[in-house]
Protein backbone atom coordinates (compact mmCIF):
# COMPACT_ATOMS: atom_id res chain seq x y z
CA UNK A 1 0.00 0.00 0.00
CA UNK A 2 1.04 3.65 -0.53
CA UNK A 3 2.57 5.02 1.95
CA UNK A 4 4.26 8.60 3.26
CA UNK A 5 6.37 8.88 6.34
CA UNK A 6 6.61 11.99 8.81
CA UNK A 7 9.54 11.29 10.86
CA UNK A 8 7.69 13.03 14.02
CA UNK A 9 4.43 13.58 14.85
CA UNK A 10 4.76 16.01 17.77
CA UNK A 11 7.93 18.56 17.89
CA UNK A 12 8.69 21.14 20.05
CA UNK A 13 11.57 23.94 19.18
CA UNK A 14 12.58 26.90 20.49
CA UNK A 15 12.56 30.45 18.33
CA UNK A 16 15.51 30.67 16.47
CA UNK A 17 16.26 26.72 16.14
CA UNK A 18 16.59 25.50 12.78
CA UNK A 19 14.19 22.89 12.36
CA UNK A 20 14.49 19.82 10.10
CA UNK A 21 11.19 18.20 9.47
CA UNK A 22 11.51 14.59 7.33
CA UNK A 23 9.65 13.35 4.67
CA UNK A 24 10.34 9.81 2.70
CA UNK A 25 7.69 8.08 0.14
CA UNK A 26 7.82 4.40 -0.88
CA UNK A 27 5.54 4.59 -4.15
CA UNK A 28 8.58 6.09 -6.79
CA UNK A 29 6.69 9.08 -7.03
CA UNK A 30 8.06 12.06 -8.87
CA UNK A 31 6.54 14.95 -7.19
CA UNK A 32 6.48 16.06 -3.29
CA UNK A 33 5.17 18.47 -1.55
CA UNK A 34 5.12 20.30 1.81
CA UNK A 35 2.05 22.23 3.27
CA UNK A 36 0.81 23.87 6.22
CA UNK A 37 -2.77 23.84 7.56
CA UNK A 38 -3.89 26.21 10.00
CA UNK A 39 -7.59 26.44 11.06
CA UNK A 40 -9.68 28.30 8.49
CA UNK A 41 -7.45 28.63 5.58
CA UNK A 42 -6.63 24.79 5.03
CA UNK A 43 -4.03 23.70 3.29
CA UNK A 44 -0.97 26.26 1.54
CA UNK A 45 1.50 25.38 -0.02
CA UNK A 46 5.08 26.19 1.24
CA UNK A 47 7.39 24.34 -1.89
CA UNK A 48 7.38 20.98 -4.37
CA UNK A 49 9.86 19.27 -6.12
CA UNK A 50 9.17 17.50 -8.80
CA UNK A 51 12.48 15.64 -9.54
CA UNK A 52 15.95 14.87 -7.64
CA UNK A 53 17.69 17.86 -6.76
CA UNK A 54 14.69 20.69 -7.93
CA UNK A 55 12.11 22.26 -6.14
CA UNK A 56 10.08 25.30 -6.47
CA UNK A 57 8.42 27.87 -4.16
CA UNK A 58 4.37 27.73 -3.45
CA UNK A 59 2.27 30.20 -1.93
CA UNK A 60 3.97 30.59 1.43
CA UNK A 61 7.82 29.71 0.93
CA UNK A 62 9.49 32.78 3.39
CA UNK A 63 11.02 31.35 6.07
CA UNK A 64 11.59 28.51 4.72
CA UNK A 65 13.73 25.89 2.24
CA UNK A 66 13.90 22.21 1.27
CA UNK A 67 16.11 19.58 0.34
CA UNK A 68 15.77 16.78 -1.99
CA UNK A 69 19.03 14.35 -2.35
CA UNK A 70 17.37 10.96 -3.18
CA UNK A 71 14.09 10.85 -4.79
CA UNK A 72 12.57 8.92 -1.89
CA UNK A 73 12.88 11.81 0.44
CA UNK A 74 12.22 15.39 0.84
CA UNK A 75 13.39 17.84 3.95
CA UNK A 76 11.56 20.82 5.04
CA UNK A 77 13.96 23.53 6.86
CA UNK A 78 13.12 26.18 9.16
CA UNK A 79 15.93 28.34 8.91
CA UNK A 80 15.41 30.47 12.14
CA UNK A 81 12.23 29.49 13.46
CA UNK A 82 9.95 32.00 14.78
CA UNK A 83 6.13 31.52 16.44
CA UNK A 84 4.22 32.23 13.92
CA UNK A 85 5.55 28.97 12.11
CA UNK A 86 3.69 26.89 14.62
CA UNK A 87 1.63 24.92 12.80
CA UNK A 88 0.74 21.50 11.36
CA UNK A 89 2.97 20.53 8.34
CA UNK A 90 1.66 17.83 5.78
CA UNK A 91 3.90 16.00 3.36
CA UNK A 92 2.41 14.76 0.30
CA UNK A 93 3.88 12.63 -3.24
CA UNK A 94 1.85 11.77 -6.44
CA UNK A 95 2.74 10.59 -9.80
CA UNK A 96 2.93 12.34 -13.17
CA UNK A 97 2.66 16.17 -14.13
CA UNK A 98 -0.65 16.60 -15.43
CA UNK A 99 -2.09 17.21 -11.93
CA UNK A 100 -4.78 15.00 -12.94
CA UNK A 101 -3.38 12.33 -10.15
CA UNK A 102 -4.07 12.31 -6.49
CA UNK A 103 -1.70 13.24 -3.66
CA UNK A 104 -0.76 11.19 -0.94
CA UNK A 105 -0.22 12.27 2.73
CA UNK A 106 1.71 11.52 5.59
CA UNK A 107 0.30 11.90 9.08
CA UNK A 108 1.33 15.35 9.66
CA UNK A 109 4.02 16.90 12.08
CA UNK A 110 2.67 19.01 14.69
CA UNK A 111 5.49 21.68 15.14
CA UNK A 112 4.83 24.23 18.56
CA UNK A 113 7.52 27.24 18.21
CA UNK A 114 8.35 28.51 22.38
CA UNK B 1 -5.58 31.31 -11.72
CA UNK B 2 -7.57 28.72 -9.88
CA UNK B 3 -9.50 28.86 -6.82
CA UNK B 4 -11.93 27.02 -4.87
CA UNK B 5 -14.76 27.99 -2.44
CA UNK B 6 -16.40 25.53 -0.02
CA UNK B 7 -19.77 27.32 1.14
CA UNK B 8 -19.99 25.92 4.35
CA UNK B 9 -17.62 25.66 7.14
CA UNK B 10 -19.29 23.40 9.51
CA UNK B 11 -22.65 20.51 8.35
CA UNK B 12 -24.73 18.76 11.18
CA UNK B 13 -26.11 16.14 10.04
CA UNK B 14 -28.22 13.03 12.16
CA UNK B 15 -27.19 9.69 11.72
CA UNK B 16 -29.16 7.87 8.63
CA UNK B 17 -29.62 10.99 7.12
CA UNK B 18 -28.59 12.46 3.89
CA UNK B 19 -24.86 14.81 3.49
CA UNK B 20 -24.51 17.03 1.35
CA UNK B 21 -21.18 19.40 1.65
CA UNK B 22 -20.70 21.79 -1.38
CA UNK B 23 -17.51 23.20 -3.27
CA UNK B 24 -17.64 25.66 -6.12
CA UNK B 25 -14.33 26.44 -8.26
CA UNK B 26 -13.23 28.79 -10.69
CA UNK B 27 -10.51 27.87 -13.04
CA UNK B 28 -9.76 29.11 -16.97
CA UNK B 29 -8.96 25.58 -17.71
CA UNK B 30 -10.47 22.36 -17.31
CA UNK B 31 -9.05 21.25 -14.50
CA UNK B 32 -9.26 18.06 -12.10
CA UNK B 33 -11.20 18.26 -9.23
CA UNK B 34 -10.73 16.06 -5.91
CA UNK B 35 -12.43 15.83 -2.68
CA UNK B 36 -10.36 14.36 0.27
CA UNK B 37 -11.43 13.78 4.18
CA UNK B 38 -9.58 14.44 7.12
CA UNK B 39 -9.81 12.27 10.64
CA UNK B 40 -8.46 13.90 13.65
CA UNK B 41 -4.63 13.82 13.90
CA UNK B 42 -4.47 12.18 10.46
CA UNK B 43 -3.20 13.02 7.30
CA UNK B 44 -6.17 13.57 4.22
CA UNK B 45 -7.22 10.71 2.22
CA UNK B 46 -9.04 10.76 -1.18
CA UNK B 47 -12.43 9.94 -1.29
CA UNK B 48 -12.92 10.75 -4.78
CA UNK B 49 -11.73 12.11 -8.18
CA UNK B 50 -12.93 13.71 -11.72
CA UNK B 51 -10.88 14.05 -14.70
CA UNK B 52 -13.21 14.73 -17.53
CA UNK B 53 -14.37 11.49 -17.65
CA UNK B 54 -18.49 10.46 -16.23
CA UNK B 55 -19.39 13.82 -14.70
CA UNK B 56 -20.95 11.71 -11.40
CA UNK B 57 -18.09 10.00 -9.92
CA UNK B 58 -18.69 7.56 -7.07
CA UNK B 59 -15.79 7.42 -4.25
CA UNK B 60 -15.20 4.74 -1.32
CA UNK B 61 -17.78 4.57 1.83
CA UNK B 62 -20.48 5.80 0.03
CA UNK B 63 -19.63 9.07 -1.45
CA UNK B 64 -20.43 10.54 -4.54
CA UNK B 65 -19.75 13.89 -6.09
CA UNK B 66 -21.06 15.28 -9.54
CA UNK B 67 -19.53 17.59 -11.87
CA UNK B 68 -21.55 20.38 -13.26
CA UNK B 69 -19.31 22.56 -15.71
CA UNK B 70 -22.42 25.24 -16.03
CA UNK B 71 -22.97 25.77 -12.33
CA UNK B 72 -18.81 25.45 -11.62
CA UNK B 73 -19.72 22.87 -8.80
CA UNK B 74 -18.61 19.54 -7.79
CA UNK B 75 -20.43 19.30 -4.11
CA UNK B 76 -20.14 16.03 -2.44
CA UNK B 77 -22.74 13.75 -1.14
CA UNK B 78 -23.99 10.40 0.45
CA UNK B 79 -26.84 8.98 0.90
CA UNK B 80 -26.91 8.06 4.80
CA UNK B 81 -24.30 9.64 7.01
CA UNK B 82 -22.84 7.22 9.71
CA UNK B 83 -20.57 8.00 12.87
CA UNK B 84 -17.75 6.97 11.16
CA UNK B 85 -18.37 10.25 8.56
CA UNK B 86 -17.31 12.82 11.41
CA UNK B 87 -14.19 14.43 10.36
CA UNK B 88 -13.22 17.83 8.17
CA UNK B 89 -14.25 17.54 3.86
CA UNK B 90 -11.41 19.32 1.63
CA UNK B 91 -12.54 20.47 -2.03
CA UNK B 92 -9.71 20.75 -4.26
CA UNK B 93 -9.09 22.01 -7.80
CA UNK B 94 -5.97 20.90 -9.71
CA UNK B 95 -3.92 22.05 -12.86
CA UNK B 96 -0.41 20.80 -13.15
CA UNK B 97 0.99 21.70 -9.97
CA UNK B 98 -1.47 24.19 -9.41
CA UNK B 99 -3.07 22.75 -6.43
CA UNK B 100 -6.12 24.99 -4.81
CA UNK B 101 -7.58 23.60 -1.59
CA UNK B 102 -10.40 24.89 -0.17
CA UNK B 103 -11.42 26.40 3.77
CA UNK B 104 -12.54 22.75 4.56
CA UNK B 105 -16.14 21.70 5.57
CA UNK B 106 -16.39 19.90 9.09
CA UNK B 107 -19.31 17.11 9.42
CA UNK B 108 -20.76 16.50 12.37
CA UNK B 109 -22.72 13.42 12.90
CA UNK B 110 -25.02 13.34 15.66
CA UNK B 111 -26.73 9.95 16.96
Known amino acids: DVKVTQSSRYLVKRTGEKVFLECVQD?????MFWYRQDPGLGLRLIYF???????EKGDIPEGYSVSREKKERFSLILESASTNQTSMYLC?????????????FGDGTRLSIL | AQSVTQLDSHVSVSEGTPVLLRCNYSSSYSPSLFWYVQHPNKGLQLLLKYTSAATLVKGINGFEAEFKKSETSFHLTKPSAHMSDAAEYFCVVSRVFDMRFGAGTRLTVKP
Open chain 1, 49 to 55: SYDVKMK
Open chain 1, 92 to 104: ASSRGTAGDQPQH
Open chain 1, 27 to 31: MDHEN
